[in-house]
């Protein structure tokens, strides 16, 4: 165990690597899935077939693949940005597919009357949308969110793999020194279960709170 | 005020409006009645475009309903609708339910959208339900919260999509109590109903509509006496036998 004690500032250093990439991250993907989501329910078919296109694009490839082609691919065509920065938006990019098809399945348990209720009122659209569905909607998928927001943290460590010093990173560098892999993996294994177990509290919570009498 | 000219729809195959021609004046309240799959609630609801038309046209006031976008919005703010399933919006308290449309559509106040929903709640009588949740009130209250929120955005007409058909029996009466009222300020109204009482009662004109036409328009006294076509002595003798 001393392995790991004797690290902790490093590894205390990788920890809020991994609450940045995730809260970014997971912040970015909320904001792009919610447009997806709309996109994926919009009468007009067009931009059904583009929300669907980004769904099936972003499901189809591994998380892994993306980051790398990002990570060497975009300076090649002249966009420069900071590692931690690349790794939060592909990660965003990433998740926002599925969280946009949790959000979809949401949206179709949204009885179709309190859609058009909203419409026969005079509500656009999108006002329909913003009001009335997606309130209801989220109610109901706030579990697979919260589930969606724990393999985010997980999938946060890929970013090892491109050179972002994240717990994992962290851990495997330690490791180097220490050759002491089950004590430091271990570590690193329960400062993930830690965040997991936030997220279950949270999620938990915020679904007998937000519980909808129908 | 309504105006239908030669409305034709179909579901798929199904041709279940078939050239449908009806007017509503100004103030007066027109009941649909006929068989189910006849196409009344099609039509009701063809009437704001939650249903789109196969062809013909729909005026209202004289200049074609829109198709889409905020042309067809601004339509829907101006027509009430009330529906079978009442669907109040799960997520808000009844006074919210009321209130929303006005704050976001015509864009009141908040002050001022609280002060006529409260109004208008308690003029169909449910003033002490305002901070329940739907799910917390009877099917009656419900479907009167329904029409105070229709009320909410000052309609020019209100339709109304089979209003009493998911109540217990014993609710019917005080939604149809609160109609009458409306037609009796001098609503413009479209009924489809089952409530034949109602039409005897409220109606300035009876449309009687079988297998995606109407079949016979007349004043209610007339038709429900005397009705001149063989659909409708049918329809009638077996609805007025129970």
Not at chain 1, 157 to 172: F, H, K
Not at chain 2, 63 to 80: I, Q
Not at chain 2, 154 to 174: I, K, Q, Y
Request: proline share 4%.
């Amino acid at each position: 165990m001393s392995a790991f004690l004797d690290h902790l500032p490093q590894f205390w250093q990788g920890l809020v690597v991994t609450l940045q990439l995730t809260a970014a991250s997971f912040a970015g993907a909320a904001v792009v899935g919610l447009v997806i989501t709309a996109l994926r329910v919009s009468p007009v078919r067009v931009l059904r077939g583009i929300g669907t296109a980004y769904v099936e694009t972003f499901q189809n490839l591994p998380l892994l693949v993306l980051l790398v082609l990002a990570v060497f691919g975009l300076p090649e065509i002249g966009v420069k940005a900071g590692l931690l920065e690349t790794a939060i938006v592909v990660i965003a990019l990433y998740e926002a597919a599925y969280l946009a098809e949790a959000l979809r399945s949401g949206v179709n348990a949204v009885a179709a009357g309190q859609g058009e209720a909203a419409r026969a009122l005079g509500l656009t659209f999108s006002q329909s949308l913003r009001h009335v569905v997606l309130p209801q909607a989220l109610r109901t998928v706030i579990q697979p969110i919260g589930n969606i927001f724990i393999a985010l943290t997980m999938n946060t460590s890929l970013a090892a793999a491109v050179g972002v010093v994240e717990l994992t990173a962290t851990a495997n560098r330690v490791n180097l020194l220490e050759a002491q892999p089950i004590p430091i993996f271990v570590g690193a294994g329960l400062a993930y279960a830690l965040i997991a177990a936030c997220a279950g509290f949270v999620t938990g919570r915020l679904e007998r709170r937000l519980v909808m009498i129908r | 005020m309504i105006k239908v000219q030669g409305l034709n729809k179909w579901f798929g195959d199904q041709h279940v409006l078939r050239d449908i021609h009806l007017q509503v004046a100004q103030g007066e309240v027109v009941v649909v009645i006929g068989p189910s799959g006849s196409g009344k609630s099609t039509l009701c609801r063809c009437l704001n475009r939650l249903e789109t038309a196969g062809s013909g046209d729909i005026l209202i006031d004289g200049v074609p309903a829109p198709v889409e976008g905020r042309e067809l919005a601004g339509l829907r703010a101006d027509v009430g609708m009330v529906f079978q399933s009442f669907n109040l919006f799960q997520h808000k308290t009844v006074l919210e339910n009321v209130m929303l449309a006005p704050m976001k559509v015509r864009g009141d106040a908040r002050p001022e959208a609280e002060r006529t929903a409260r109004e208008l709640l308690a003029r169909v009588g449910i003033a002490e339900q305002a901070d329940k949740m739907p799910a917390q009130l009877s099917g009656g209250q419900q479907q009167r919260a329904a029409i105070a929120r229709a009320l909410a955005m000052r309609p020019r007409v209100m339709l109304f999509d089979e209003p009493t058909s998911a109540l217990d029996p014993e609710m019917v009466g005080e939604v149809l109590d609160v109609m009458t009222a409306l037609a009796a300020d001098g609503m413009t109204m479209v009924v489809v109903t089952h409530e034949m009482g109602f039409a005897r009662r409220a109606a300035d004109r009876v449309v009687f509509m079988d297998d995606g036409q109407i079949v016979e328009s007349a004043e209610p006294n007339a038709f429900f006496d005397a009705p001149r076509t063989d659909r409708a002595r049918d329809f009638l003798a077996k609805v007025l036998t129970h």
